[in-house]
């Protein structure tokens, strides 16, 4: 494994985290604005948490591909 691909990984687990930190956010943000609590709140709060992440990572995709910084 060469230091290229190494950089790759790093980065990529970076991006992740960032993602999940994001998604996880509009989740907790999403039950204190409703006030929510218990097994339903954190079941919506994992649900939202996803569908955040994913879109994240998505358009994070889409916005280096366009810029020529990923193939």
Known sequence: ?????????AQSIVAIIMCGALGAGAGYGLLAWLGWAGVSGALVAVFVGMVVATAA????SV???AAGLIR
């Open 1 to 9: 494994m060469n230091l290229h691909s190494i950089l790759g990984i």
């Open 63 to 65: 916005l280096l591909r």
């Open 57 to 60: 990572w998505t358009l994070g």
